[in-house]
């Protein structure tokens, strides 16, 4: 991996990939060197109009850039089944789970799930359950989570997902639903190779990125000081998003890239080139991954058929 660059992603010619949250930050950057190197890429975000300008900017940037807009809102199970349902294409070579959000006051989705938990973990699940037919059907598919080192604050408590419980804390419940993602990760990667299957699935994180997720919470709070301070953190402190989405295109493209690896930044898992990251033991846990899977098959009601025997 070392100093390993977008400029050594393989050529897509003829592969399909879906981004979601493409329209900004690691999912903007991620889609257009994609379709710098040739793939099909379809921009799954929530608001068409920043989808649509998203894609306009991919085709400025990388003429006879084949991208797509379909409208997906992680937040409501509904347009989650909806977009699986248009997804237009036989093959998916490429599912890039990285739309999330980040610290946000206690809230709740269309489906009444915290926010958090349920934009950045059961919108995904539910999202790849029902893209599985499609990656099953494709040669050498990949599946990619992009999780976060702030996964590390906290394991999952299986019996409180939906944060009723205790009194809700903005980042650890952040970083339960990272955590999610990578048990997610773990327990996808088991199933597939139970099945014989060779989809790989990998996750990734891009340290310390300076994009709009940061200051996201303190704005919807109207924290006008803590905007600044994210902001000015982000200046100072953080890594660019083409920098900060290299450890996904990496999981994403680069051959032997191997299931249930994660990926991130070199430099005190901070930034840097793409290189192997060390995540919290409780994220490599069976139980806790067959648990968490039964649990998001019931709140979702997808139920990963392609996978049963």
């Given at each position: 991996m070392a100093g390993w660059s977008a400029g050594d992603i393989p050529d897509q010619s003829g592969r399909t990939a879906v981004v979601t949250g493409a329209n900004s930050g690691i999912g903007?950057?991620?889609?257009?060197?994609?379709a710098r190197k040739r793939a099909r890429v379809v921009l799954a975000c929530r608001s068409?109009?920043?989808g649509a300008e998203a894609g306009d900017r991919i085709v400025t940037e990388v003429p006879g850039a084949d991208v797509v807009f379909l409208r997906l809102d992680l937040g409501d199970l509904g347009s989650v089944r909806e977009f699986a349902g248009a997804y237009p294409f036989e093959r998916l070579d490429l599912?890039?789970?990285?739309?999330?959000?980040?610290?946000?006051?206690?809230?709740?989705?269309?489906?009444?799930?915290?926010?958090?938990?349920?934009?950045?973990?059961?919108?995904?699940?539910?999202?790849t359950g029902l893209l599985m037919p499609a990656l099953l059907a494709t040669p050498?598919?990949?599946?990619?989570?992009?999780?976060?080192?702030?996964?590390?604050?906290s394991n999952i408590?299986?019996?409180?997902?939906?944060?009723?419980?205790?009194?809700?804390?903005?980042?650890?419940?952040?970083?339960?639903?990272?955590?999610?993602?990578?048990?997610?990760?773990?327990?996808?990667a088991r199933r597939l190779d139970a099945?014989?299957?060779?989809?790989?699935?990998?996750?990734?994180?891009?340290?310390?990125a300076s994009t709009n997720l940061q200051a996201a919470g303190p704005r919807l709070e109207g924290r006008k000081g803590?905007?600044?301070?994210?902001?000015?953190?982000?200046?100072?402190?953080?890594?660019?998003?083409?920098?900060?989405?290299?450890?996904t295109l990496y999981a994403a493209t680069a051959p032997g890239v191997r299931p249930d690896s994660f990926t991130g930044p070199s430099f005190a898992m901070w930034r840097g080139a793409p290189a192997k990251s060390w995540r919290a033991r409780w994220t490599l846990d069976?139980?806790?991954?067959?648990?968490?899977?039964?649990?998001?098959?019931?709140?979702?009601?997808?139920?990963?058929?392609?996978?049963?025997?």
């Open positions: 903007y950057v991620t889609a257009r060197e994609l068409e109009v920043r599912l890039v789970n990285n739309a999330g959000v980040m610290a946000l006051p206690l809230g709740r989705t269309a489906d009444g799930f915290e926010t958090q938990f349920g934009v950045n973990h059961l919108g995904h699940f539910a999202l050498g598919a990949r599946v990619v989570n992009v999780a976060s080192m702030v996964h590390a604050l408590d299986i019996d409180d997902l939906n944060s009723e419980r205790r009194p809700y804390r903005k980042w650890i419940a952040y970083a339960r639903s990272k955590t999610a993602n990578l048990l997610f990760t773990h327990e996808l099945l014989g299957s060779d989809v790989v699935v990998a996750a990734a994180h891009p340290g310390y803590a905007e600044r301070f994210m902001e000015i953190g982000n200046r100072f402190f953080g890594q660019s998003a083409d920098a900060g989405a290299l450890p069976d139980t806790a991954g067959e648990r968490l899977w039964a649990a998001s098959e019931q709140l979702t009601g997808v139920t990963y058929d392609a996978l049963k025997p």
